[in-house]
């Protein structure tokens, strides 16, 4: 058994794993997972750059991390950033920031790369033993993030993979914000111009994986899980409730409409919702149903465990 720490630092959120992993009987028991909004995307499609109060958000968070960490006493930790420290310019000041707190370099990962650790994440329970019962292989493993979705098809291995640029932030940011502020609630020009966003991008994916040969689909991170605690109808957000739900394709697209015709109060109104995920929700949703749509999915497995699953497992094995 190994203790390992977890730390993946995505374009809307910063989140912690600390587990035992024992590779021999492949169990992976949760000691602490955490969280934190801290929008380090924030501007960078627009600028090219991590901006400070976004790279002070998550510095903040690292701190916090870190004490979690030393408690639990983990051997190993690894730090992985995904698409937003990709794409800046000013990525080193990020870098030099993780290493000065958790004593590591974040490992700025390829879209492949962020791929796979999210599909060992999501698929480690489903493939064999009564957990993978009435889950039928090859699995599409979509990871809806901030800044970009990763689409994973496999059955026990990954077969192919890829990355495209349709997160929740940057559609939030590319289509919906006027004059800075969210449109509340955007036109529906706004709405099908962003759809057509999403549908080119698919189209890319499409080109690299071949999304229809899939017969379950599984469905990952924030927008996703928050999709279906919506759907739900949960007064308030709950993991256990949430982790392998099944949600209809219909579901998903009145939980969609609500979404992107409701007011930035009514959204924070919602119990299950996140106060960080408010402004960009609808937009994770919208994605969620054009791949449902566009691959043909009666239903989205929902997984609570995805890259940070995968993470762990990489450093234990």
Same mark, same amino acid.
Request: hydrophobic share 45%; with cysteine; glycine share 10%.
């Given at each position: 058994?190994?203790?390992?720490?977890?730390?993946?630092c995505?374009?809307?959120?910063?989140?912690?794993l600390?587990?035992d992993?024992?590779? $021999?009987?492949?169990?992976l028991?949760?000691?602490?997972? +955490? !969280? =934190?909004?801290?929008r @380090?995307?924030?501007?960078?499609?627009? *600028?090219?750059?991590?901006?400070?109060?976004?790279?002070?958000?998550t510095?903040?968070?690292?701190?916090?991390?870190?004490a979690?960490?030393?408690?639990?006493?983990?051997?190993?930790?690894?730090?992985?950033?995904?698409?937003?420290s990709?794409?800046?310019?000013?990525?080193?000041?990020?870098v030099?920031?993780v290493v000065d707190?958790?004593?590591?370099?974040?490992?700025?990962?390829?879209?492949d790369?962020?791929?796979?650790f999210?599909?060992t994440?999501?698929?480690?329970?489903?493939?064999?033993?009564?957990g993978?019962?009435?889950?039928?292989k090859?699995?599409?493993?979509?990871?809806?993030g901030?800044?970009?979705?990763e689409?994973?098809v496999?059955?026990?291995?990954?077969? $192919?993979?890829?990355?495209?640029?349709?997160?929740?932030? +940057? !559609? =939030?940011?590319?289509? @919906?914000?006027?004059d800075?502020?969210v *449109?509340?609630?955007?036109?529906?020009?706004?709405?099908?111009?962003?759809?057509?966003?999403?549908?080119a991008?698919?189209d890319?994916?499409?080109?690299?994986v071949p999304?229809?040969?899939?017969?379950t689909?599984?469905?990952?991170?924030?927008?996703v899980?928050?999709?279906?605690?919506?759907?739900?109808?949960?007064?308030?957000?709950?993991?256990?409730?949430?982790?392998?739900?099944?949600v209809t394709?219909?579901?998903?697209?009145?939980?969609?409409?609500?979404?992107?015709?409701?007011?930035h109060?009514e959204r924070?109104?919602?119990?299950s919702?996140?106060?960080g995920r408010?402004?960009v929700i609808?937009?994770g949703?919208?994605v969620?149903?054009a791949?449902?749509e566009?691959?043909?999915a009666?239903?989205?497995?929902?997984?609570?465990?995805?890259?940070?699953?995968?993470?762990?497992?990489?450093?234990?094995?």
């Amino acid at each position: 058994m190994t203790r390992v720490a977890a730390v993946d630092c995505g374009t809307n959120s910063i989140r912690l794993l600390v587990a035992d992993v024992d590779p $021999a009987t492949g169990e992976l028991t949760d000691l602490e997972r +955490r !969280m =934190t909004i801290v929008r @380090l995307g924030q501007g960078v499609d627009r *600028t090219g750059r991590l901006a400070p109060e976004a790279l002070e958000r998550t510095f903040a968070a690292c701190r916090e991390y870190a004490a979690v960490i030393e408690k639990h006493g983990a051997e190993r930790v690894r730090f992985v950033a995904t698409s937003a420290s990709r794409d800046a310019e000013n990525r080193e000041v990020f870098v030099r920031g993780v290493v000065d707190i958790l004593g590591v370099e974040p490992e700025v990962i390829s879209g492949d790369q962020e791929a796979e650790f999210s599909f060992t994440g999501a698929t480690k329970e489903l493939t064999g033993g009564t957990g993978g019962a009435g889950f039928a292989k090859p699995y599409l493993v979509v990871d809806i993030g901030g800044g970009s979705t990763e689409f994973v098809v496999g059955g026990d291995r990954v077969s $192919a993979a890829r990355s495209v640029d349709i997160g929740c932030v +940057r !559609m =939030t940011e590319r289509h @919906l914000v006027v004059d800075g502020a969210v *449109t509340d609630p955007p036109t529906e020009e706004r709405i099908r111009a962003m759809r057509a966003d999403i549908e080119a991008a698919l189209d890319l994916a499409e080109q690299a994986v071949p999304l229809r040969e899939a017969r379950t689909l599984v469905g990952l991170a924030g927008s996703v899980t928050t999709v279906s605690a919506i759907a739900q109808d949960l007064p308030a957000y709950d993991s256990e409730a949430i982790h392998h739900s099944r949600v209809t394709r219909d579901r998903v697209r009145e939980v969609t409409e609500r979404l992107l015709r409701s007011t930035h109060a009514e959204r924070a109104a919602i119990g299950s919702l996140h106060p960080g995920r408010v402004d960009v929700i609808g937009a994770g949703a919208l994605v969620l149903l054009a791949i449902m749509e566009r691959v043909d999915a009666q239903e989205v497995v929902v997984s609570e465990h995805d890259i940070l699953d995968g993470i762990a497992w990489s450093i234990a094995g």
